[in-house]
């Protein structure tokens, strides 16, 4: 079942889709669709209908943490935090990407809940600005981004399994500081 979500916007009609599962719901509603830290994987059928015009946000310096809980694994493995929004292709979290902000400040104090929030505003800011050159690359199939290629020698992939049984060695869940995982991280190098 797909749930669908209209929002009241005047320049662009924006369907908020719960999960896709035909391709049919892509062809009636929509040119690009946006992956919000869904957890599905974007099937090619669809990726192909909409001629490549799909992208996903994803909290980490990609190629660097891939896959399930970017935050977590970025503070673990003690890498740089950023926002990225990349496009999608038919490797999970490998498509060129449109924007990356690398956060120059530390956040070893805040929280994995408080950097989601930052990142997430992070990405939002960014989106709003690429995304009048994403309307016009839709609507004049010709490229206005700079698009950066990942470089695959420095990609890592973290599953689903790997970052639950993570999260289970905190003390506070979402609320651990992200100084407290990187020193599991530094002490807990046999577990990678």
Same mark, same amino acid.
């Given at each position: 079942m797909v749930?669908?979500?209209?929002?009241?916007? #005047?320049?662009?009609?924006?369907?908020?889709?719960?999960?896709? #599962?035909?391709?049919?719901?892509?062809?009636?509603?929509?040119?690009?669709?946006?992956?919000?830290?869904?957890?599905?994987i974007v099937k090619d059928n669809i990726i192909k209908y909409l001629k490549g015009n799909c992208i996903n946000f994803h909290n980490s310096s990609l190629p660097r943490n891939r896959g399930w809980a970017p935050i977590l694994w970025t503070a673990y493995n003690n890498d740089p935090f950023a926002a990225t929004i990349h496009k999608i292709s038919n490797g999970l979290d490998t498509g060129d990407v449109c924007s990356q902000k690398l956060i120059k400040k530390s956040l070893k104090k805040f929280t994995l809940e408080n950097v989601y929030k930052l990142l997430e505003e992070e990405n939002l800011n960014s989106f709003k600005m690429i995304f009048p050159k994403i309307k016009k690359e839709i609507f004049f199939?010709?490229?206005?981004?700079?698009?950066?290629?990942?470089?695959?020698?420095?990609?890592?992939?973290?599953?689903?399994?790997?970052?639950?049984?993570?999260? #289970?060695?905190?003390?506070?869940?979402? #609320?651990?500081?992200?100084?407290e995982i990187i020193l599991l991280g530094k002490g807990d190098r046999s577990y990678r």
């Open positions: 749930k669908i979500i209209k929002y009241n916007d #005047k320049k662009n009609n924006i369907t908020h889709l719960k999960k896709v #599962k035909k391709i049919d719901v892509i062809k009636t509603k929509c040119d690009l669709l946006i992956s919000f830290h869904n957890g599905q199939m010709k490229q206005f981004i700079k698009y950066k290629k990942q470089d695959e020698k420095n990609r890592s992939y973290n599953t689903r399994l790997e970052s639950d049984i993570l999260m #289970k060695r905190l003390s506070s869940g979402y #609320k651990t500081k992200i100084n």
